[in-house]
């Protein structure tokens, strides 16, 4: 097979969004790591951490959906009709995720929380928006809101840290309004208006597709434990302070996540269509080949991190052994590289029951873990729980991925994986008569 030159240049495009983005908030992270106490960056740490929370929500209920059927709408009218559902669920889901952060920081010492909330809720909405529009083929308004979001957050954050007293809260309100000003690039460079209905047929629509979306959200919320009960867990039991070397460190892998959002956004419309035309050969032999490429870069980009982290001090990092920290987290980011590809081959299939139990297996794995770590052992080793449970997501995303191709590639030797044997096995519910 040959390699999706296409896709290379469509990647291409959209790491250049994704990496200014990347870039940005590295640098900010770097700056912080530098100006705050080891308690106020614990709370930024914290309050990024929420931002990913609302993104996988969003990326769960609003995006991935809205690009699956968008990409298998055959005329404009169901693209326009998906588009206006899925973008007033995202709205509302922004705004549970403003309230909910709000709250937390608040109690975790945030002197209000309100700044962490505005910012949480305008960076899920434009995830969405953005996803939306690469659902679309518009890359480039894409990435030229992209850049308005950067240049916008780099003047405003500049000007906070410079100017402000209180650099925490103004951090986030700026934040907040370079979200807000990319969110506006985004709708005038469309020139689509942006239409929220919550009228019955909007409402119909987004009910009909639940049955399968409910099993996303349980998905969005077990992948959340799984995914971040470390820095919840940490800040919970040991306090934010503690957290600040761990975010210090991890913050420095984050454009690894950035990529592979922007792998899933460049591949998962084009395997849509693929799987659609029942191409099934073709889209396990680039979920192969993608997978290799980013175990690759992953490794030799961790490699390369091991080798600055030496150079960074800050009072944040409280003496904290950064290279052993390092270590565990190269061993958290390489699993989430490689199953990239098999998640978007079991969401495109709607098979997200199968990936809310992958994720509810990480999501259990990882909190007992971590918890005995933090038990009987300094926080840096709960890294080590959490890179136990990105493993069995791996493992098991591959595993489901792999029986559901080959028995769509062979109708006639249909094969039971462990969870489907075992779910016949066990009688959920009566037969109905």
């Not at 990496?19 to 930024?44: D, E, K, R, V, W």
């Not at 592979?260 to 979920?287: C, D, H, I, Y």
């Not at 990239?340 to 990882?366: K, S």
């Not at 028995?407 to 779910?423: A, K, M, T």
């Amino acid at each position: 097979m040959k390699f999706p030159v296409h896709l290379v240049r469509r990647l291409v495009l959209m790491v250049g969004g994704e990496a200014m983005q990347s870039g940005f908030h590295f640098a900010l992270n770097i700056a912080l790591l530098h100006m705050l106490s080891a308690q106020g960056y614990g709370l930024f740490a914290i309050g990024m951490v929420m931002g990913g929370v609302g993104l996988s929500y969003i990326r769960s209920l609003t995006a991935v959906p809205a690009s699956i059927w968008m990409g298998k709408s055959t005329n404009s009218a169901g693209v326009d009709a998906h588009d206006v559902a899925f973008g007033t669920a995202a709205l509302v889901v922004s705004l549970l995720m403003a309230g909910s952060t709000a709250i937390l920081m608040h109690l975790l010492g945030d002197p209000s929380g309100i700044a962490a909330g505005c910012f949480v809720g305008a960076w899920s909405l434009r995830s969405h928006m953005r996803t939306a529009l690469f659902a679309r083929r518009q890359q480039v308004i894409v990435s030229i809101s992209d850049a308005a979001f950067t240049i916008t957050g780099i003047i405003l954050t500049g000007l906070t840290m410079w100017l402000a007293k209180d650099a925490l809260q103004t951090v986030f309100y700026a934040l907040a309004a370079a979200n807000l000003l990319g969110i506006v690039v985004l709708v005038r460079l469309a020139r689509r208006t942006p239409r929220i209905s919550f009228r019955m047929p909007t409402r119909r629509r987004y009910t009909r597709l639940w049955p399968q979306l409910r099993w996303s959200a349980f998905s969005a919320t077990t992948t959340n434990i799984q995914g971040q009960c470390l820095a919840l867990l940490v800040a919970g039991i040991a306090g934010p302070a503690a957290y600040a070397p761990l975010a210090a460190v991890l913050v420095l892998f984050a454009p690894l996540r950035i990529i592979s959002l922007a792998l899933f956004n460049m591949t998962q419309p084009e395997l849509a269509k693929l799987m659609r035309n029942n191409e099934t050969s073709r889209v396990w032999a680039q979920a192969k080949i993608w997978s290799l490429v980013m175990g690759i870069g992953g490794l030799v980009y961790g490699c390369a991190i091991l080798f600055v982290l030496p150079m960074i001090k800050s009072q944040a990092l409280q003496d904290a052994s950064v290279g052993f920290i390092g270590l565990f987290v190269i061993a958290n980011f390489i699993p989430v590289m490689l199953y990239v590809m098999p998640r978007i081959i079991l969401e495109i299939l709607g098979d997200f029951r199968t990936v809310a139990f992958i994720t509810t297996g990480g999501a259990i794995i990882g909190l007992t873990l971590i918890a005995i770590l933090l038990a009987i052992a300094p926080p840096p080793w709960s890294l080590l729980g959490s890179a136990v449970s990105e493993i069995f997501v791996l493992a098991a995303s591959w595993y489901f991925a792999s029986h559901r191709i080959w028995n769509i590639e062979h109708p006639d030797q249909q094969r039971d994986s462990w969870l489907g044997g075992w779910r016949r096995s066990v009688p959920f519910a009566p037969v109905k008569r």
